[in-house]
């Protein structure tokens, strides 16, 4: 596994990754910190199958934020908190606007505004010291069918992250092209009925996808 003794991972993002952390910035496995995302779900798997390696988890998510938000943030709430790894899932926002607030212009992030935030938070991460890797986590939406306008406009907010990963040496978390596969099996409304805000088990399901970049053996066993 690549995480080692006393790293810390920082997951920045949106309500996605929020859901329900301490704000700024949730952090600690007691109490909710950490809140009912993905992120607590990671948590709980490093500690539960890697139990000698001391894995600090921070939730640094905030409810509707765009990239334009978090960019705004990304220093006090990501770099000043001297992560070892640092991870951001963001876009959901920046393409939800344009269908559910039409008229505010001012709410929309077009994509090439996108790849200038997500560009700016690669850069800044990779000027600081300490900072071993960082995971662009895709955007997404649970919608099977592509030719959905939605469905084909986040498509253009991931490909700017797959493009940004390979500019900057990121690790690319395709989360969409993920929970495709799981939509061959089950509809998405078994994952979340406004095709966003996973309950538990698409949390779990991007818990288990974001792993499975990072070297985790669920059949470690400790020395």
């Known amino acids: 596994m690549i995480f080692k003794d006393y790293d810390r991972i920082v997951f ?9 952390s301490v704000q700024p910035v949730g952090d600690g496995s007691m109490w909710d910190n950490l809140g009912k995302s993905y992120v607590r779900i990671v948590d709980n798997m490093l500690a539960a199958y890697y139990p000698e390696v ?11 934020d765009s990239s334009s938000d978090l960019l705004r943030r990304f220093k006090r709430d990501v ?29 929309h992030i077009p994509p090439e505004t996108f790849r200038d935030n997500v560009s700016e938070m690669l850069r800044m991460t990779r000027e600081k010291e300490g ?5 662009l986590v895709t955007p997404y939406y649970m919608e099977p069918l592509r030719a959905d306008p939605m469905r084909a406009r986040v498509e253009q907010y991931a490909e700017i992250m797959r493009e940004l990963s390979e500019e900057y040496g990121a690790e690319f978390v395709d989360i969409q092209s ?9 509809h998405s409304s078994f ?18 996808e974001f792993l ?10 400790p020395e």
């Open 54 to 64: 001391r894995v600090r988890v921070t939730n640094s998510g905030v409810n509707g």
């Open 178 to 186: 993920m929970f495709d596969r799981y939509f061959r099996y089950r």
């Open 191 to 208: 994952i979340a009925w406004d095709r966003i805000h996973p309950n538990l088990i698409g949390a779990t399901l991007i818990a288990k």
């Open 79 to 107: 770099l000043d908190l001297d992560p070892q790894w640092v991870s951001i899932l963001i876009g959901g926002n920046d393409c939800w606007r344009e269908f559910d607030s039409p008229s505010q212009r001012d709410q």
């Open 12 to 20: 920045a993002g949106d309500s996605i990754t929020d859901m329900g």
């Open 212 to 221: 499975s970049h990072c070297g985790f053996d669920p059949n470690h066993i």
């Open 131 to 135: 900072v071993k890797g960082v995971f």
